[in-house]
């Protein structure tokens, strides 16, 4: 057999497209006293299986907390099988989780969740990017400070969310497993040095965050808060805090 052909057969024995019982594989591979060569394979299988269920364990470890070892496992096993790895790096093994979840009969809030923690993931290995400050801002003055746009930091995502995911995450994280909370809300994932943060915003903040992402004037994201009550010291007040928080990247007067 020629080295692709052996190569191709090794390779869909081990993503589990061809059984081990496979007449090829007892032909091809080298079998012994101690061990025929699809009990070799199956140990390859088994070890190339559970190592990407583990990296997929590292990269939803509140997913797998929520469902138990067990049945974290079986999704895992067939989410591989479904979408096995097409990318050097593992860390993108994970990427179409959420969707294949969306599929499968399980928790209404999972899907939300796995997108959650890959998003935190996204967010990690996104590009830093130096913040602009608050007093840069102000030192552009009042009359400038209507028609400023801000552009944000790479490390920093967005999700819309029909459930209360950030609830359900912290609980998950200080060890309880409430029930799906059906609320639309909206929650930003973002970076400041190696740690990842995410936080739920109210309703009208992130109205705002979405007006000045599209690139709207600070006035225009203003009026994001004008139902608000005192609503320039609110819509001030979150302006602030993204300086703050560090996800404003450049100020374009």
């Not at 608050?134 to 400070?145: C, E, I």
């Not at 801000?150 to 409430?178: C, S, Y």
């Not at 225009?220 to 703050?244: G, M, P």
Request: net charge negative; charged share 25%.
């Amino acid at each position: 057999m020629k080295l692709e052909a052996l190569q191709t057969l090794f390779d869909g024995v081990l993503r589990g497209d061809v059984p081990e019982s496979d007449a090829r594989v007892r032909e091809t591979f080298i079998s012994d006293a101690k061990l025929a060569a699809d009990a070799r394979l199956h140990i390859y299988a088994d070890m190339f299986l559970v190592r990407q269920v583990d990296a997929l364990r590292g990269e939803f470890p509140l997913v797998a907390t929520l469902l138990g070892d067990d049945a974290f496992f079986e999704l895992a096993q067939k989410y591989i099988r479904a979408h096995p790895s097409e990318h050097p790096d593992i860390g993108q093994l994970g990427r179409k989780l959420a969707h294949f979840i969306r599929g499968h009969d399980v928790r209404v809030d999972l899907a939300e969740l796995a997108e959650l923690e890959y998003a935190r993931s996204i967010v990690f290995a996104a590009k830093d990017a130096e913040p602009a400050s608050w007093d840069a801002l102000v030192a552009l003055g009042q009359d400038a400070f209507a028609s400023v746009r801000v552009k944000f930091v790479p490390a920093m995502h967005t999700l819309a969310f029909t459930h209360d995911i950030a609830a359900l995450a912290e609980a998950l994280n200080e060890g309880e497993r409430p029930e799906a909370i059906e609320a639309k809300t909206t929650v930003i994932v973002w970076r400041q040095g190696f740690d990842v943060f995410h936080v739920a915003l109210p309703e009208a903040e992130a109205d705002a965050l979405s007006r000045a992402r599209a690139g709207a004037t600070l006035a225009e994201v203003c009026d994001a808060f004008a139902n608000e009550e005192d609503a320039a010291n609110v819509a001030l007040s979150a302006i602030a805090s993204w300086f703050n928080e560090g996800w404003i990247a450049q100020i374009v007067a």
